[in-house]
Each structure stands twice: as C-alpha cells, then as structure tokens.
C-alpha cells in the first residue's frame, strides 16, 4: 500500500499503451492521464463512460490492445 513507482515511470522505454475509463473509482481518470503524459512515447485511451473493469465493458478494449500489439 505505501510502493510509488512515481519517479521511475518516466524511465520505462518500451512502447507502452494506458488504457482507462473516465469513471473509474479506483485508478482514477487522472492517473491514467498522468502516466500517459509520464512515460515517454505512450499511447493514451479513456473510454467515456467506462470504469476500472473497462476490458470487460468494452469490445473495443480487445481491438485496442490487438491494434497497439500489430
């Protein structure tokens, strides 16, 4: 409960998909947003409407990652 990977985050450089919902009760949409704009060359997805278990809620979550994987 108390580890913060906060200040090695940016170090990470392998090609890095964050993926979220705006609704999300416990990451947060701020923290998707922050670790998107943290680790350098990242791609950022929110889905609208979506919370924690968004690649449960969403069919396009799968279509996301498969993209991001090709």
Do not use: W
């Not at 906060?6 to 979220?20: A, F, M």
């Not at 950022?44 to 690649?55: E, R, T």
């Not at 069919?59 to 991001?68: G, M």
């Amino acid at each position: 409960m108390n580890h913060s990977a906060y200040e090695e985050i940016g170090k990470i450089q392998c090609p890095t998909l964050v993926i979220g919902g705006d609704t999300d009760n416990v990451v947060g949409i701020n923290t998707s947003e922050e670790m998107g704009e943290r680790i350098p060359g990242s791609r950022l997805v929110i889905y609208p409407s979506l919370g924690h278990g968004a690649y449960a809620e969403s069919k396009e979550f799968d279509r996301e990652v498969l993209k991001f994987l090709s």
